[in-house]
Nanobody, 124 residues
Framework: QLQLVESGGGLVHPGGSLRLSCAVS????????IGWFRQAPGKEREAVSC????????DYADSVKGRFTISRDNTNNTGYLQMNNLKPEDTAIYYC?????????????????WGQGTQVTVSS
């Protein structure tokens, strides 16, 4: 079983930056890929990005490509989502998720575990 805890959300002006963290704890016999999702008010949850267990594969939704960067530190069991040039439409609750297969389906992780979410608000 893995436990995921997100942090780093907050209020930022348009054009600003935030870095989200996803701390992973617990035990699994497998490695895991990490993905980020977001859900805006009144909208369905959407996948944002995924990174494979080794970090060799990363991919992004078109809406964030070129602005967001996903990474991971396997020594510290933490995933990151660096978000630059934020726009009001990026406002959402951001969730990290982990998949024990260690792989991504493009920019989507097939989640076995979820974090509780962190709020990101982009507003002037």
């Amino acid at each position: 079983q893995l436990q995921l805890v997100e942090s780093g959300g907050g209020l930022v002006h348009p054009g600003g930056s935030l870095r989200l963290s996803c701390a992973v704890s617990g035990f699994t016999s497998y490695g895991y890929s990490i993905g980020w999702f977001r859900q805006a008010p009144g909208k369905e949850r959407e996948a944002v990005s995924c990174i494979s267990e080794s970090g060799s594969h990363t991919d992004y939704a078109d809406s964030v490509k070129g602005r967001f960067t996903i990474s991971r530190d396997n020594t510290n069991n933490t995933g990151y989502l660096q978000m630059n040039n934020l726009k009001p439409e990026d406002t959402a609750i951001y969730y990290c998720a982990a998949d024990e297969s260690g792989y991504c389906s493009g920019y989507v992780v097939n989640a076995d575990y979820w974090g509780q979410g962190t709020q990101v608000t982009v507003s002037s």
